[in-house]
């Protein structure tokens, strides 16, 4: 690693990506979903520890082998059902805003439309701040190379 991770450096900060991560569980989605969306957008930043650690949270959530594997390409797997599909494109989106031009929404209607199809307000909001915080904890992880072998979280 660059240096030790800043989410423990800073301990109100580790304290507070906590608190968001728990909140997301007070939405009403489903843990099996939440963890699809954190192993998805942790895939797409390439945050190795991330992908390491929401794979061991779906497993307990009792996610299978077979639908983690495919999450990297789940709009192609058969194993999602359409308010997965729904929370993963929404996952996708966000996590990806920059990758659109100028003219394009970051977050497309569409995509809004269909995860508001599948999910309240509530559940919309534990979608977003799992997202959001996901991004702000990979973004981390990346840049101070957090090993996936040894996370800082299992260490403290």
């Keep these: 690693m660059r240096m030790k991770n800043p989410a423990f450096v800073l301990p109100d900060a580790m304290k507070g990506i906590q608190y968001l991560l728990n909140a ?3 939405g009403g989605v489903p843990q099996r979903t939440l963890e699809l969306v ?3 957008v942790s895939q797409i930043n390439g ?3 991330c992908i390491q650690g929401h794979v061991r949270e779906a497993r307990k959530a009792g996610e299978t082998d077979e639908r983690l594997m495919a999450v990297a390409a789940w709009w192609e ?3 999602f059902d359409d308010a997965e599909r729904a929370a993963l494109r929404l996952a996708e989106a966000v996590t990806r805003t920059a990758d659109r031009s100028g ?3 970051a977050v497309p209607d569409a995509v809004w439309d269909e995860a508001a199809d599948h999910y309240d307000e509530k559940q919309l909001s534990a979608l977003l701040v799992m997202i959001g915080t996901l991004n702000l904890f990979n973004r981390i992880n990346v840049a101070v190379k957090e090993r996936a072998d040894k996370p800082s979280w299992e260490a403290a």
């Design 24 to 26: 997301t569980t007070q």
């Design 47 to 49: 945050c190795a520890a």
């Design 77 to 79: 797997a058969p194993y």
């Design 103 to 105: 003219t394009e929404e």
């Design 38 to 40: 954190g192993l998805r």
